[in-house]
C-alpha cells in the first residue's frame, strides 16, 4: 500500500515528467504569451496550467448542461493550437484551426494542412473542458498530434496542396 506522502511523491513525479514533454513545454510557452501585464510571471508552470485540470469530482458538481465559460473557451483555444503548433513543428506544415460552437457549447474543432483533415473532433459539454491530471493532459494532445503527423505521411501529396 502507498503512504500518503510517497502518494504525493509519485504524484509530484508524474507532473514533472508530463511537464517535461514537448508539448507541455509549447502549451506553457502559449499561455504565457498571453499575459501581456507579467501578472503570471511569479507563478509556476503547473500553476498556470491548473486550470486544464478538471477532476472527476468537480466535473460531478458541473452541470450535465450549461453555457461555457470565456476562460473555458480561451483555455479549448490555446489547447487546440498548441496541438497545431506541435503538427507543424513535427512535419513542416502549418496546421490551420476552425473552431466552431454555439452558445451552449457544442460544435466542432477542425485542423488542417493543404487540403488534408488532420483532426476533426465533436465538442461537446465544453464547460466541462479539461483533463484529470496534468500526465492526461499532455497524453491526449501529444497523441493528436501524432494522429495528425501519421496521416500527413499517409497522404504527403494531399497534406502539401495548395
Given at each position: 500500500m502507498t503512504s500518503p506522502s510517497n502518494l504525493a511523491n509519485t504524484l509530484a513525479d508524474d507532473?514533472?515528467?508530463a511537464m517535461a514533454t514537448p508539448f507541455m513545454k509549447r502549451l506553457v510557452r502559449l499561455v504565457r504569451a498571453q499575459d501581456t501585464h507579467g501578472s503570471w510571471d511569479g507563478k509556476s508552470d503547473t500553476d498556470l496550467l491548473a486550470d486544464f485540470i478538471v477532476t472527476k469530482e468537480q466535473r460531478r458538481q458541473m452541470p450535465i448542461i450549461g453555457d461555457p465559460d470565456p476562460d473555458v473557451i480561451w483555455r479549448l483555444q490555446i489547447f487546440?493550437?498548441?496541438?497545431?503548433?506541435?503538427?507543424?513543428?513535427?512535419?513542416?506544415?502549418?496546421?490551420?484551426?476552425?473552431?466552431?460552437m454555439n452558445p451552449e457549447g457544442f460544435g466542432r474543432v477542425v485542423l488542417t494542412t493543404g487540403r488534408l483533415v488532420v483532426l476533426?473532433?465533436?465538442?461537446?459539454?465544453?464547460?466541462?473542458f479539461g483533463f484529470e491530471t496534468l500526465r492526461k493532459l499532455t497524453e491526449a494532445g501529444t497523441k493528436l498530434?501524432?494522429?495528425?503527423?501519421?496521416?500527413i505521411k499517409a497522404y504527403p501529396d494531399v497534406a502539401r496542396a495548395p
Open positions: 507532473d514533472r515528467d487546440y493550437t498548441c496541438v497545431g503548433l506541435e503538427i507543424e513543428g513535427h512535419s513542416g506544415l502549418v496546421a490551420s484551426s476552425i473552431v466552431t476533426s473532433k465533436t465538442l461537446r459539454d465544453v464547460h466541462r498530434v501524432d494522429d495528425a503527423v501519421i496521416a
